[in-house]
């Protein structure tokens, strides 16, 4: 305590909470920018005290408040949930590029859909509004009455409309009992004004699964000649 009230300690802490302070600014990383910005204020708070300037004090005192607190968030959305069973081997398959907690969330937009075998999910040439992620049961691609593909769980339905911004290119028809979790196109418009960073990740994800499927075609006609 003596040598934090001795002569010139204030002068000492402002400048090593100055040095802190430039540092934070040399992170592109948010979470050690605003690191260095909580250890920066602590020291203009004690700076400020020792000086006798309150207002300095008070200042940083918010400062830290602010920081903590988004510092505190962003260490609360890296960290791991539990994942529901259903949608478990589906993250680890393609959404690990999202922390299970986005993930969670963005699966959690809206409750799931349940059909039954047989059941209509999309419509060929019908406007879409929906996109699915099937979570478990098949489904079949009918288009010009000839099943063209069939999709399984963790692949996406309606992507190409969404992405494409056209009608649906096939039927798509529920084999067995089928969950899936999905989008309205607004839901997604929100997403992407809300947080850019996980909106990118996610198309990124879809632009993954679109690949995988022209893949697997690509297979099929290379068998077929
Ligand atoms: N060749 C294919 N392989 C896998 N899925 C397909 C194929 N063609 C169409 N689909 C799916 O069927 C959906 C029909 O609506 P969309 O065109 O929006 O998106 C399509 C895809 O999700």
Avoid: C
């Amino acid at each position: 305590m003596d040598l934090f009230f001795a002569p010139d300690s204030g002068e000492y802490l402002y400048s090593i909470a100055a040095v802190f302070s430039f540092a934070a600014y040399v992170f592109s990383n948010i979470l050690w920018l605003r690191v260095f910005l909580i250890i920066a204020a602590l020291l203009y708070i004690l700076a400020g005290v020792s000086l006798g300037l309150t207002s300095m004090a008070g200042w940083n005192a918010a400062y830290f408040l602010i920081n903590s607190y988004h510092a505190g968030m962003i260490l609360f959305n890296k960290s791991t949930v539990m994942l529901p069973d259903e949608i478990k081997g589906i993250y680890k398959e393609a959404f690990t590029t999202l922390t299970t907690r986005e993930f969670k969330k963005i699966i959690m937009t809206n409750p799931y859909h349940a059909y039954k075998a047989g059941d209509k999910i999309m419509s060929e040439g019908q406007d879409t509004n929906e996109l699915f992620l099937l979570l478990s049961g098949n489904t079949s691609v009918i288009s010009s009455n000839k099943e063209i593909a069939s999709i399984a769980s963790g692949d996406f339905i309606g992507e190409m409309s969404f992405m494409s911004k056209q009608t649906a290119s096939a039927d798509v028809f529920a084999k067995d009992a089928v969950i899936v979790a999905y989008w309205t196109h607004e839901d997604l418009y929100k997403l992407e004004q809300k947080n850019i960073k996980i909106y990118n990740k996610f198309l990124t994800i879809v632009g993954r699964d679109l690949v995988k499927k022209l893949k697997r075609k690509n297979h099929k006609v290379i068998e077929s000649v």
